[in-house]
């Protein structure tokens, strides 16, 4: 187990689902962990702080806020997102600004107001919440793929132009995490045990990745286990990315 004691995180989108597995776990690990979220509601150690990622006043007052409350800043996880269905098609320019300003220019926003802190960190890392639609085909996401493939290119171009600054850009892809996004997808729909069935078919494993595994991913890529580890992707997906089974 690596020890973050000492060290200091801002977590985005960790009130819920996999941030807030993996804010969990770096507190338990030592860390002094900050959580950015519309609604900031964390259980003790961890600290909330209200930021919105695709608000830059509030992003920046968040930052400044979290700085003085940590002492200095180390790792910085990007993981706010949202969703969208939808296809080219039917996506109207609204959906498509609104998508990308938060899961992609978010990152951006929100890493541009940290790396004055990581610079002067000697355990500097970031690491974004990507997901596997960055590299598949999936039917019906057009406008999140699109996001998260560029949250793919974005953590390749961070992770060298920072570098030298001996700071470490990854991210994590998951593939369908148990989280309350999904559940909320499933609470959607008609027959929502059937669809959930049908879901936990479709995976390799037979069951949906749990936050928590993401969370470890997410962990090990700020650790300083992964030290030398940059720019690069790691799949939480139960084997979805690269296995191909036989239909049955
Ligand atoms: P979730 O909905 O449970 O949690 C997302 C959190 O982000 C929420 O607490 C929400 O309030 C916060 N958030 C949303 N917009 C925000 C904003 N503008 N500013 C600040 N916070 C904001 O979802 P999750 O499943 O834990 O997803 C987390 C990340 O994982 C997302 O980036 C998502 O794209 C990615 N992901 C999820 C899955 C999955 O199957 N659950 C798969 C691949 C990738």
Redesign the pocket.
């Known amino acids: 187990m690596t020890d973050f004691t000492g060290l200091r995180a801002v977590v985005?989108?960790?009130?819920?689902?996999?941030?807030?597995?993996a804010a969990s776990l770096l507190a338990a690990r030592g860390a002094q962990v900050v959580v950015?979220?519309?609604?900031p509601d964390v259980p003790e150690p961890l600290n909330g702080i209200a930021?919105?990622?695709?608000?830059d006043a509030?992003v920046r007052a968040a930052v400044s806020a979290a700085a003085l409350r940590l002492g200095g800043i180390d790792i910085l996880v990007n993981?706010?997102?949202?969703?969208a269905q939808g296809t080219v098609a039917t996506n109207d320019d609204d959906e498509w600004h609104r998508v990308l300003d938060?899961?992609v220019v978010?990152i951006a926003r929100v890493s541009r107001a940290v790396l004055p802190y990581l610079k002067r960190s000697e355990a500097a890392a970031i690491v974004n919440?990507?997901?596997?639609?960055a590299t598949a085909g999936l039917p019906n996401r057009a406008l999140?793929s699109a996001?998260?493939g560029a949250?793919l290119a974005l953590t390749m171009a961070m992770a060298a132009d920072h570098v030298r600054e001996g700071i470490r850009v990854n991210c994590v892809?998951?593939?369908?995490?148990?989280?309350?996004?999904?559940?909320?997808l499933l609470d959607a729909a008609a027959d929502s045990a059937t669809e959930r069935a049908n879901l936990e078919a479709r995976q390799p494993m037979g069951r949906?990745?749990t936050?928590d595994e993401?969370a470890q991913a997410i962990v090990y890529l700020a650790s300083p286990l992964a030290g030398s580890t940059t720019g690069t992707a790691l799949a939480v997906d139960g084997g979805m990315q690269n296995l191909r089974l036989p239909a049955v």
């Open positions: 985005t989108g960790g009130a819920s689902g996999i941030g807030l597995a950015f979220d519309l609604k930021a919105d990622v695709s608000d509030s993981n706010a997102g949202i969703g938060v899961n978010g919440t990507c997901s596997i639609a999140y996001s998260k949250v892809n998951p593939g369908t995490a148990d989280t309350p996004w999904v559940g909320r949906l990745v936050a993401v």
